[in-house]
């Protein structure tokens, strides 16, 4: 055990698990996820947030296995590793909003860091400017850290709270598979089933999806390298700028290159700005929206994947942040501020301003100073 848990530590470890979670987003892309979306966190609960009917965006509602199997691979680790923790009561409400608008400015840019990567790999050139926009989000956030910014320290709490979210992910492991695979769909409970969740998409993104036990599979074995690896997007860039610190980049590094070949090897490689697949080229507020998203990831200590596995291994502000999100998700969509192809919703540039607003307040008035 000793072993493993030095190759996980090692660069080693982190570039395998960007090589696999590359590799395997373009894979689960062929096998029929959305384009450039083989895996993409906030598109995935935004989807869950629509199966459940917290937005009725017909093109964007299914229970996306990848979330389940991301929580409940990093469970799985967790427990084998004994670090299954349960923790919580770090500036909850905070979180739920640094979660709320992470999701509104990853919805403006139409995906999270992971997707920005992979429509990267892609040959997306309008990731090239939601990267700007991501970098330039952690850093403002890494100069409020340095400036003293803390959401205080979580501490630990009843065993049964840290498995709220594990728990939540089994209880939408058996809708999915209730209505998709065991028959007993809604139609069953229900005398009139179109107006009761959960919602599947027929058209539209939510409607491609790879073979489910597929993308459960393999979200599994990411959730349990990505717990064990500390793997993090926003990580990587904050330890950059912040101390000079490359482990978490080579994670990133190796994810781009593993999709970028596996795309070229599958022939989905499309260079490119204009007509790209669930994108627009509105840069201005490609920038702004992922600026938004990397610092709510920044001020929370986290992207939205790694904030996913630290709830699976107990932890409840993770968790928080969490919810916030899918909350978030539903809100973009009832009041128009997600970005569609055509360009930013109508309130999505607004919304940007004012998340950006709500995170400086958060940033500059939660320092500690001496």
């Known amino acids: ?41 906030a598109c995935m609960e935004r989807d869950i947030a629509g199966a459940l009917g917290f937005h009725r965006a017909a093109v964007v509602q299914y229970i996306r296995p990848e979330i389940i199997g991301f929580v409940i691979g990093a469970l799985v680790a967790a427990i084998a590793f004994r670090e299954f923790r349960a923790r919580s009561g770090s500036a909850p409400m905070v979180r739920f909003v640094l979660g709320f608008f992470a999701m509104i400015g990853a919805l403006v840019f139409l995906g999270c860091p992971w997707r920005a990567l992979l429509r990267l790999s892609g040959g997306d050139g309008n990731a090239i400017v939601g990267l700007a926009g991501l970098i330039a989000g952690v850093a403002i956030g890494v100069f409020l850290i340095k400036s003293g910014y803390s959401l205080g320290s979580s501490k630990k709490t009843y065993t049964v709270a840290g498995w709220i979210m594990p728990a939540i992910m089994i209880a939408l492991l058996v809708l999915l598979l209730g209505n998709t695979v065991w028959g007993a769909s809604k139609a069953l409970l229900y005398p009139e089933p179109d107006k009761f969740a959960p919602f599947f998409s027929e058209m539209g993104p939510g409607s491609q999806h790879a073979p489910l036990f597929i993308s459960l599979g393999a979200a599994l074995v990411i959730g349990f390298l990505a717990q064990r690896t500390r793997f993090c997007t926003m990580g990587a860039i904050r330890d950059v700028i912040l101390m000079r610190q490359m482990h978490l980049m080579w994670g990133v590094v190796a994810l781009v290159i593993g999709a970028l070949a596996a795309n070229l090897a599958l022939g989905q490689f499309n260079p490119g700005f204009a007509g790209q697949p669930v994108a627009h080229t509105a840069h201005v507020w490609n920038f702004g929206g992922m600026m938004l998203s990397g610092l709510a990831f920044a001020l929370a200590g986290g992207c939205p994947g790694r904030q996913l596995f630290l709830s699976g291994e107990g932890d409840g502000d993770a968790a928080i942040f969490v919810m916030g999100m899918i909350v978030g ?11 569609s192809p055509a360009g930013p919703g109508l309130w999505g540039p607004a919304s940007v301003v004012a998340g950006l607003a709500a995170c400086l307040v958060i940033g500059f008035t939660m320092r500690r100073t001496a």
């Open 1 to 41: 055990m000793s072993s493993l848990t030095g190759f996980f530590g090692s660069k080693k470890g982190i570039v395998a698990t960007g090589l696999f979670v590359g590799i395997v987003a373009a894979v689960l892309q062929k096998l029929g996820n959305p384009a450039n979306m083989g895996i993409c966190v």
């Open 329 to 339: 998700a539903g809100f973009a969509h009832n009041f128009a501020t997600a970005s």
